[in-house]
Structure formats: structure tokens, C-alpha cells
């Protein structure tokens, strides 16, 4: 069993950046792929973000490309999301999510493949 923790959300203003966390409590952090999701008041759940086991693979939502930056220290069993020029339609519930079914070098960005999530944490962006 995989327990995912986020950190890191809050209040910021157009422009403006933050760092999410996504804290696994695991034994081998690195045979999991790990996607970040959001989900805005009444729109579905939407892919974001993706990086594989290694570290060595990332995807990107076009929304999100060239503003966002995934990546992961395995040692430390953390992956990260940095958000910058953040936009009011950012705003939304961030999750982590992990796929152990993945290869070493595989992202994930579909929602149904990942197997284990986290409970989000809210990226409200001020105009």
C-alpha cells in the first residue's frame, strides 16, 4: 500500500509561483510513476503533469507546458511540482497519484491507470 501526502498550496496572485510536494510513504519510491492532476469546482479531474520512475521522463498538459516544471528525488521519496507565472485558471485541487504498473521509463497520463492517490491540496490564483 502507497500513501501519498501533498503539501505546498495556497493563496497567490496572478504571476506569482509555489513548489507542490508529494510525500510517499513506500519502500521503493522509485518503482512507482507519478502523475499530478487537478480537478477545478465543477470541472472533471484533468491531467497536469507526469514523471516516470527514473526521473529521466516528464509530460506535460499544453495548458501547463513551459510554466510548470515536474520532477522527483527518489531518496527522499518526494515528488515535486514547481508552478510558475500562475494563472486564475490554475485554481483548482492538486493530487498525486502513483502507478506501480509502469516502466522505468513510462509516464502516465491517464487518469484511470494510476493506482494510488493522494488528497490534494488547494491552488487558489488571484486575478
Known amino acids: 500500500q502507497v500513501q501519498l501526502v501533498e503539501s505546498g498550496g495556497g493563496l497567490v496572485q496572478a504571476g506569482g509561483s509555489l513548489r507542490l510536494s508529494c510525500a510517499a510513504s513506500?519502500?521503493?519510491?522509485?518503482?512507482?510513476?507519478v502523475g499530478w492532476l487537478r480537478q477545478a469546482p465543477g470541472k472533471e479531474r484533468e491531467f497536469v503533469a507526469a514523471?516516470?520512475?527514473?526521473?529521466?521522463?516528464?509530460y506535460y498538459a499544453d495548458s501547463v507546458k513551459g510554466r510548470f516544471t515536474i520532477s522527483r528525488d527518489n531518496a527522499k521519496n518526494t515528488v515535486y511540482l514547481r508552478m510558475n507565472s500562475l494563472k486564475p485558471e490554475d485554481t483548482a485541487v492538486y493530487f498525486c497519484?502513483?502507478?506501480?504498473?509502469?516502466?522505468?521509463?513510462?509516464?502516465?497520463?491517464?487518469?484511470?491507470?494510476?493506482?494510488?492517490w493522494g488528497q490534494g491540496t488547494q491552488v487558489t490564483v488571484s486575478s
Open positions: 497519484a502513483a502507478d506501480a504498473q509502469a516502466s522505468r521509463f513510462g509516464v502516465v497520463v491517464t487518469e484511470y491507470e494510476y493506482d494510488y
Open positions: 514523471v516516470s520512475r527514473t526521473g529521466t521522463s516528464t
Open positions: 513506500v519502500r521503493t519510491f522509485s518503482n512507482y510513476a
